[in-house]
């Protein structure tokens, strides 16, 4: 295939990559927009084999990603989607590094001098170091998502100042690795080697509440890391590709730190300014809460005029996504308004609660982002919320709060709030939620399938 030829495929494929995120930006258009993303790679990843001679090794590692990644996408419950998520972003930061390091090793069979020139080695230093931080930042993502690693932030003294002074060594090496007239393999290894230590201690002070910015400002980085190879390679569809992926990731961590009211800085330095530590009951002393039964909760509902449902990651984890839509059929069935309000940092991950509504296929025009339907909790009868937890905390408006300033959703306005727990245990955040003990709160505990199961039942009845 000739250059032209090459670039105009490209061209077509970053085409191709611009509308999947067009697509990707409402659920309407989700399928669509994965669609056009499928066509883009594989028109890209087609025309590059056109220019390499290992088609039988690149052809084979291939072969083995799609059987392994077939199998891992039959197997894993949505329960369990931001940890794999987080998992992949460490593979893509992982290859940028095994490039990068190829590429030091071998510049001529990537085209690139045998010298490799000033351009080239700041484009690896930038790739190689993202990545690494890429890789170990999202390997800690992973262990606290899955529950292999206490949600809790790790903090210890002279954090910051560690995460500084490694930074400022990291640069240090990587100006040597650019200067030295040869390929100065210590200085090298010795950047990626802090780096990697670097992305664990950047992670580890995120508290599991911040995990939904971490996947997103995970997802940017792994996109800078592509790019930067993409450069070192002259190979324009990566770094078209990589530059998709990090802006559109550090846009959405923005959009999620306004959302949990975090400073953006904050989070993309690993915790800079964040306070660590829970809070329980303010007093300590113990406070009463009135429970009922799934039962007293169908009656409620049916007898309503309006109600608005907050899925959390209670719903997730109990699978009860399709028993969900079940309520909301019959209770529809019997003239009751019912829609769903989702926050943007519900559930694990950007987007969690949406996934898991579409897999139920409950009607996109039911389902309300936090803006549209915070005004609407004043004039609503029940408010059914569904193993969510600080997104519905009052706390959120209480000066001295540590998620003061938070938009939540405003479930305790409504005239009646159900809130269907396990227990009465705190959220990610370790707060205690004066939601539960208002008077107009009704707890059922229990999980979520079974208990929205026996609420279908109830106003079937």
Known sequence: MSADLIALAYLVAAIFFILALKGLSS?????????????GMTIAVGTTLTITQNWTLILGCIAIGAIIGSI???????????????????????????????????PVSFGLPEMLPAGSKLELFLGTFIGAMTWSGSVIAFLKLSGRMSGAPVIFTGQHMINLTLALVMIGFGLWFFFSETTNWPAFITMTAIAFILGFLIIIPIGGADMPVV????????????????FSLGNPM?????SLVGSSGAILSYIMCKAMNRPFLSVILGGFGSEGGSQGAADGTQKTYRSGSAEDA???????????IVPGYGLAVARAQHAVNELAEVLHEKGV????AIHP??????????????????????????????SDFPNTDVVLVLGANDVVNPAANVPGSPIYGMPIL???????????????AAGYAGLDNDLFYMDKTMMVFGDAKKVVEDMVKAVNA
């Not at 996109?223 to 190879?229: L, M, N, Q």
């Not at 405003?410 to 009465?424: D, G, L, N, W």
């Open 72 to 106: 891992v996408a039959q197997r894993v419950q949505m329960t369990a989607m931001p940890e794999l998520v987080a998992f992949m972003h460490s593979l893509v930061g992982l290859a940028a590094v095994f490039i990068a390091i190829a590429a030091v090793n071998n």
């Open 345 to 374: 940092v519900a559930g694990r991950m950007p987007g969690h609660m949406n996934v898991l509504l579409a897999e139920a296929e409950i009607p996109y025009e039911q389902v309300l982002e936090m803006e549209e339907i915070n």
């Open 238 to 242: 990566l770094i078209i590709a990589g």
């Open 298 to 308: 169908a009656f409620l509902m049916s007898n309503a005029d309006s109600v608005i």
């Open 215 to 230: 996947i997103s400002m995970l997802n940017s980085y792994s996109g800078w890391a592509a790019a930067g190879i993409g």
């Open 27 to 39: 659920p309407l258009s989700a399928r669509r927009g994965n669609l056009f993303g499928m066509v």
């Open 410 to 424: 405003e479930s305790h306005k409504a005239r009646t709030v159900i809130v269907v727990k396990r227990s009465m």
């Open 337 to 340: 308004n019912v829609r769903f």
